[in-house]
């Protein structure tokens, strides 16, 4: 079955909800990307044949392993460093800059609030409709589309335009690297 966006959208707004509380909001996105990303890019490209697939996902660092960190007293640095920081090492492309800190306790809380927070993030994305592999729509940008979405929601929720809500050039660049754009492929054009 085709991913249906209402279940995505409706997904993405449950993992804002729950992180309201430790961080300002404008700062969900950070980590509702990175899910998205990880989830994502382990449905699409974790079990690919292809020589050669966009993104590696490396043992050990996919959206499963961090399903089977759920739970633990170290959830949050074990992402940091059996999830994340493996991609990074696997993936020229892709900077720790790029991702933001699961261990934060100034933003996911102390102790068991962390774990809970983590293991609830984690939980909504493993959502059966949530199922990347069986995507086939050509040129569809789910994660640009993911994006738009919290933005305009943000926004709105902040009293804003979507024009006026600042995008971080961290988000920026995590996207473009996701979908495969860069210096190499792309060439930057203004107007004399």
């Not at 089977?68 to 007293?73: H, Q, T, V, W, Y």
């Given at each position: 079955m085709p991913l249906k966006k209402s279940d995505l959208y409706s997904s993405l707004w449950a993992s804002c909800d729950e992180l309201r509380g430790g961080m300002d909001?404008?700062?969900y996105k950070d980590y509702v990307l990175f899910m998205l990303f990880i989830k994502y890019v382990s449905d699409?490209?974790?079990?690919?044949?292809?020589?050669?697939?966009p993104v590696v996902i490396p043992k050990g660092a996919s959206f499963r392993d961090m399903v089977?960190?759920?739970?633990?007293?170290d959830i949050g640095d074990r992402i940091n460093t059996q999830v994340i920081?493996?991609?990074?090492?696997?993936?020229?492309?892709l900077a720790r800059t790029d991702f933001p800190d699961f261990n934060d306790s100034?933003?996911?809380g102390d102790g068991a609030q962390k774990v809970e927070k983590l293991g609830n993030l984690i939980a909504i994305f493993e959502n059966p409709a949530l199922d990347f592999s069986k995507n086939r729509a050509e040129n569809d940008d789910?994660?640009?589309d993911a994006y738009e979405y919290l933005m305009r929601h943000f926004a709105t929720e902040s009293g804003k335009s979507k024009g006026q809500f600042y995008t971080p050039s961290e988000v920026s660049r995590i996207m473009a690297k996701a979908i495969g754009i860069g210096p190499e492929n792309s060439k930057a054009a203004t107007t004399a």
């Open positions: 909001a404008s700062q699409k490209y974790g079990d690919s044949d292809d020589f050669a697939p089977a960190l759920k739970g633990r007293d920081q493996p991609l990074i090492d696997a993936n020229s492309r100034n933003k996911l789910i994660l640009g």
